[in-house]
């Protein structure tokens, strides 16, 4: 029997994802979609066709066998889980996507397995725009078997590249996801402090942004393009920065505990707070030009 999907969190994240699980997956069977906004998954729905909306967890538990979720934050995946954890889940493999601590994964994996349920940890790295076009990449950690079972829907379906942690504790793939964090705010903060030093020095956005796509692209260009059009402020955010001030505390108290001093990326965490004050929480992660170019004299918006 063809196992029955579903997804839980459909932000500009799981909405990437889930219109290429539809249209590469091979699903014999509709996607079910859940959101704690209903109207956002139906909506969704209409948009990507081989799919149904649900609108309560336990609709989707006694229906799904391969549960995925994505949420901005750990405090909605740990209150998603816990209601989750209230219904019978032997049998179901959950495969959870979100950036949260490696505790709390952690916790959560140890529950659902007690439970009598499977459970992958699979943070990914890339953009919304990368998650729209399948250019994710993937870290699948728990046991062999399940993770095994979530293989098929990453390389070529949502993804690029997969990091296969098979037998590492879900943790371990949260902890990565939070190190990567380090290189991805580092390299925001860098596009940021050159395209300002091109600006106040003469040199101007475009010859810089040619640079940077001819040398680095990928994210190094997305971002540098956000910051030279205005987009960092007129546009729906990438990244939320109230969500990227909550993974950064997250790295922060990692980077405390163990003894390591994050210099460099506690004045990127610095501007991030800069960007919340002048943006609000739904600001841009990319509003860091924004937090630079203020401290060097000129305003906020480009």
Same mark, same amino acid.
């Given at each position: ?64 066998? =391969? =549960? ?38 952690? =916790? ?11 459970? !992958? ?35 070529? !379906? ?56 001819? =040398? ?75 937090? !630079? ?10």
């Amino acid at each position: 029997m063809a196992p029955q999907l579903a997804f839980l969190g459909l932000g500009a994240m799981g909405q990437g994802i889930t219109k290429n699980l539809i249209l590469k997956g091979n699903l014999e069977n509709p996607l079910i979609l859940w959101n704690r906004t209903t109207q956002v998954a139906v909506d969704h729905s209409i948009d990507v066709g081989h799919s149904l909306v649900l609108e309560t967890i336990e609709q989707v538990l006694a229906r799904a066998s =391969i =549960i995925w979720s994505c949420f901005s934050g750990e405090a909605a995946v740990l209150e998603t889980f816990e209601t989750i954890l209230q219904h019978n889940l032997k049998g179901k493999l959950f495969i959870e996507c979100s950036t949260i601590t490696a505790e709390g994964t952690n =916790i959560i994996s140890e529950r659902i397995i007690a439970a009598g349920g499977e459970f !992958v940890a699979m943070p990914v790295f890339g953009e919304p725009g990368m998650a729209e076009a399948a250019l994710l990449t993937c870290l699948p950690a728990g046991k062999k078997e399940p993770v095994q079972h979530v293989l098929p829907y990453l390389k070529g !379906v949502i993804g690029r590249a997969v990091i296969d942690l098979s037998d590492q504790n879900p943790g371990f793939a949260s902890h990565m996801k939070l190190l990567g964090n380090v290189l991805i705010v580092q390299m925001i903060e860098s596009v940021a402090e050159a395209h300002v030093l091109a600006e106040k020095t003469g040199l101007g956005s475009s010859y810089l942004h040619q640079l940077i796509e001819s =040398i680095w692209g990928g994210a190094y260009s997305i971002y540098s393009e956000r910051m030279r059009s205005g987009n960092y402020y007129t546009q729906q955010p990438i990244v939320n920065v109230s969500m990227a001030r909550d993974v950064a505390s997250h790295v922060l108290a990692l980077a405390e505990h163990s003894g390591t001093e994050l210099k460099a990326y506690k004045i990127s965490a610095h501007h991030l707070d800069d960007v919340q004050k002048q943006a609000g929480k739904d600001g841009d992660i990319s509003g860091i030009y924004g937090a !630079v170019r203020q401290e060097s004299g000129l305003p906020f918006e480009r």
